[in-house]
């Protein structure tokens, strides 16, 4: 979709990462499917090099603003410099749902 | 400034405790899964004391936990006052024994520590 695709853009642009997945969860969150409400990222990127996860996924935020200020509602961040992802290209396994969503009065984070 | 949301409000509310959350629904009842995921570690270490705020309960605490951590998302973990990330990086700490050395740090004995030490015995 429209948001998968600026969230693609928008990573490959800050972070010209090696390796990048932009997966769609929103299904998994209650909505349908195909909503773009919640996404997953593994970024796999050199500049995360001697970076702590905090300060990775914060670039992971910086690059997205826009996107987190509007129709993001959640981002599960996997960031991982090229060694890492070559010793461990797994990705932990996401939580599940508990309709959090539905509580909510509009779809903000 | 006053508001539960205000710069003021939202730093005694992450020095009041060791260990403080804010999360969707509360840890009896978690509302989103990754509010829950934070939840479900602490308990893995043993963790049952913290402060854990509702932010679904506040939406100007809601707003102004992200303001003050510059972060956009829910839930928050914060260790002796300083923000430590959400449920990925929590997660991350659990799996790679950075928790259990940041929970020592605050004093707090992680509950794995304990089973490390049944199993040794085994």
């Known amino acids: 979709g429209p948001l998968a695709r600026a969230i693609r853009a928008k990573l490959d642009a800050a972070l010209q990462p090696t390796h990048l997945q932009v997966l769609d969860e929103s299904s998994r969150h209650g909505g349908p499917p195909g909503a773009e409400t919640h996404f997953a990222v593994v970024v796999v990127s050199g500049r995360f090099a001697g970076l702590p996860p905090l300060q990775r996924h914060r670039l992971v935020h910086a690059a997205l603003r826009a996107e987190l200020a509007g129709p993001l509602h959640a981002l599960a961040i996997v960031a991982r410099t090229p060694q890492q992802w070559e010793s461990d290209p797994r990705v932990p396994p996401r939580p599940p749902c508990l309709g959090g969503s539905k509580h909510e009065r509009r779809g903000a984070a | ?122």
Not at chain 2, 91 to 111: F, Y
């Open chain 2, 1 to 122: 400034g006053g508001g539960s949301g205000s710069r003021e409000a939202v730093e005694r509310l992450v020095r009041a405790h060791p260990v403080v959350v804010f999360m969707k629904g509360s840890p009896a009842q978690p509302l989103c899964g990754f509010s829950n995921a934070v939840v479900q570690i602490l308990r893995l270490h043993g963790v049952e004391d913290y402060r854990a705020h509702d932010v679904l309960q506040d939406p100007d605490l809601r707003q102004g936990i992200k303001n003050y951590s510059n972060w956009p998302t829910i839930p928050q973990v914060y260790l002796n006052g300083e923000f430590v990330g959400g449920c990925d990086i929590l997660l991350q700490m659990h799996q790679n024994g950075d928790l259990v050395e940041e929970l020592k740090k605050l004093g707090i004995r992680s509950a794995l520590l304990d089973a490390e030490k049944d199993q040794d015995k085994k």
